[in-house]
Every structure is written in C-alpha cells, then in structure tokens.
C-alpha cells in the first residue's frame, strides 16, 4: 500500500513538472508568432529600444537616373548587392527623366529621382500622391565660354547666350538671375535655345556657341576637350548671391509614392539613412564613387572624379527642405504656372521622417 501511495505521488510529480515546462515553453512561441518575419540581425544590437528599428525588410523599387542623382546613389546600389543594406534595392538607372515619371507614375517604381520642379507638377497630376521626399542635386549650370571674356552676369549685357532646357527650370533659373541683375531677357540678352544638352555642348565646342548655360556633366566632358573652353560663373553661387537663404537652386530630387511611404514608412526612412550615407560616400570617398559610377553605366569613371565635385550632390530633407524649397517653386511658378504644374504644391508635399 505504501508503494502504491508512492507511486501515485510520483505520478502526480512528473504531471506538475510538464505542466510547468510545457507553459514555460509556450511563451517564447507566442511571442515568435507576434515578431516580424524578418528583422536585421544588426537592427536591435545595443539599442534600447528595438522598436525604433524597422520591423520588416522590403525590396524598393527605384528608377535613378545617369548624373547626378545616380552618382549619389551608387554607394547604396553597391551595398544592396552585397546585402549589407536594410532593406534590398532594385534600382533601375532610368533612361531619361520622362522615363523615372512614368516608372513613378505607373506603380513600376515607388521611388524616383527626378527634376524638381517635375515633382511639384507629379504632385499635382496624382492629387497628392507624389511626395517630395529630399533634396539630392543643388545647381550644377554653368557659364561656359569660347573665346568670351565673361566675369560677371552684368557682362552678359548684350550677349547672345545659348541654351538647353526650355520650359525647364533651366530656362527659368536664368532668367530669375538676370532678372535681379537689373537685365531683362529678351532684351538686353539674347538667349538661343538648343534642342538638348549633347547639342549644345557640341555648339560650345566647334565655336558656334560662344557663351552657354551648360550642365554637368557636360561642362567638364568640354573643358576636357578644349582648353579654350572656361567655366566663367557658376549660376548656383549667382543664384545665391540674389536669392539669400530665402531659397536653393535645386534641379534634382527624390520623391516617393505617398501610398508606398505609409504602407512602407519604417522601411522607406531606413532607405533614406541609407541613402544619405551614400550621398556622403559619393562626395567624400571621390575615386571610389567614379568607379562605382563607371560599374552601374552611369557615366564613364573619368569623367565622373571630374564632374562629382562640380555636380552639388546633397542630401537635403525635413524642415530645412520644406523651408526652402516654398520660394523656388514660387519663382518657377511666377515664370510660368506650368512649371510646377499649374498650382503651388500644399504642405502634404513633404514627405517628413
């Protein structure tokens, strides 16, 4: 008898213990079921607060384009395909910037890098659901010149100065910087029109063009072959010199499918850490960029250690962007309303972190 009560107290043991066991180990599992599918090993390492780290990876679709904008991205698309990003990259170096709008537009794409003020008239096309996300080109145009001695914008008094760009901010830069240096286009100079950059550059070189408003990475693809070719004022420095701090000359930026960004927002800000380094790593880290440049057929490696210092690649968002970008649109607007594509964007234009 005293076996049996032993026996049965034994029993009695052995359910108390699995019973415990079992609801020890149940609750590492119901917290698995809760976690994100995948989290980066790196994300929570020393933090103390894991959640400020994005909960899932997701592949962003981007269309970039040759220049500047995808020389600032090149350290990010290394990165990506050696897997040491947050999330994965898929970027495609777009053909032209109406291609990366109809990237953007179409769904195909949920990040682009664009021309500023396309942005703005994006905006406006898709009722809001295009956001400014950042700044990432300041000017890159130039005065070049062929056997013209210019040293000041008044100089230009009376001058035929070629162009690319019309109905672009291009067009509307120069005109702005004229403008409040006492010179009125169309009157006191004379501005020709070319149908596409390569077709100025080429005009600036065989000596047809004496004086033009060149872009990057132009500029140093003609001072390279022609010596007699010179960079005699860098409109972003005129820009400033009338406009303050009141504005930036800016011709690229990233924008961002607002649907994407609120589906996708943990993600897409750790993209944009992400890619500020990159911009940094252009502009800091030069010949390796220009390699990097040459490896994703952006531009030749030569001419892109020449161009990257001259391009005013940034990385530029948040409040100092909404605060500056307002009275540029406001200039291209007051040229023509088209521009920026019929209306001031509203406040929801910018994406904020």
Same mark, same amino acid.
């Given at each position: ?76 698309m290394q990165d990506s395909e050696e897997g040491s990003t947050v999330n994965t990259y898929d970027v495609t170096i777009a053909s032209s910037p109406d291609a990366a709008v109809s990237m953007i537009s179409s769904g195909e794409a949920d990040v682009a890098a664009l021309p500023t003020n396309t942005a703005a008239i994006l905006y406006n096309k898709t009722s809001g659901n295009v956001q400014l996300a950042a700044l990432n080109t300041l000017g890159v145009l130039y005065i070049v010149t062929n056997g013209e001695d ?64 060149? %872009? ?6 003609? +001072? $390279?072959?022609?010596?007699? !070719?010179?960079?005699? =004022?860098?409109?972003? @420095? ?87 970008? %307002? ?6 607007? +007051? $040229?023509?309303?088209?521009? !920026?594509?019929?209306? =001031?964007?509203?406040? @929801? ?5």
């Amino acid at each position: 008898m005293n076996f049996m009560k032993r026996l049965t107290a034994m029993a009695l043991s052995l359910c108390m213990l699995g019973a415990v066991l079992t609801g020890c180990g149940s609750q590492p599992e119901e917290a698995s079921s809760q976690a994100p599918e995948s989290v980066p090993a790196s994300s929570s390492e020393g933090s103390e607060d894991p959640s400020s780290s994005p909960k899932e990876t997701i592949t962003i679709k981007i269309a970039a384009q040759k220049g500047p904008t995808g020389l600032g991205m090149v350290k990010l698309m290394q990165d990506s395909e050696e897997g040491s990003t947050v999330n994965t990259y898929d970027v495609t170096i777009a053909s032209s910037p109406d291609a990366a709008v109809s990237m953007i537009s179409s769904g195909e794409a949920d990040v682009a890098a664009l021309p500023t003020n396309t942005a703005a008239i994006l905006y406006n096309k898709t009722s809001g659901n295009v956001q400014l996300a950042a700044l990432n080109t300041l000017g890159v145009l130039y005065i070049v010149t062929n056997g013209e001695d210019i040293s000041s914008i008044e100089d230009l008094k009376g001058k035929t100065v070629y162009s690319s760009g019309q109905g672009a901010t291009p067009e509307y830069a120069f005109n702005y910087i004229l403008t409040e240096n006492g010179l009125t286009p169309g009157t006191d100079v004379t501005v020709e029109y070319k149908a596409d950059h390569s077709e100025l550059a080429a005009s600036i070189l065989s000596g047809d063009a004496k004086i033009a408003v060149l %872009p990057e990475p132009f500029v140093t693809q003609v +001072t $390279a072959k022609d010596p007699n !070719v010179q960079v005699a =004022l860098n409109l972003t @420095d005129e820009w400033n010199k009338v406009a303050g701090d009141k504005s930036v000359l800016t011709m690229g930026c990233l924008v961002v499918r607002k649907d994407f960004a609120e589906q996708n927002k943990e993600a897409f800000d750790a993209f944009l850490d992400e890619y500020k380094e990159s911009v940094d790593f252009t502009n800091n880290h030069v010949d390796e960029a220009a390699e990097l440049s040459e490896k994703y057929d952006i531009m030749p490696a030569a001419v892109a250690e020449k161009a990257i210092p001259n391009c005013n690649i940034v990385y530029m968002d948040g409040e100092e962007m909404q605060k500056k970008m %307002p009275d540029f649109l406001n200039i291209l607007f +007051t $040229a023509n309303p088209k521009s !920026v594509g019929g209306e =001031l964007p509203g406040e @929801d234009f910018y994406y904020i972190k």
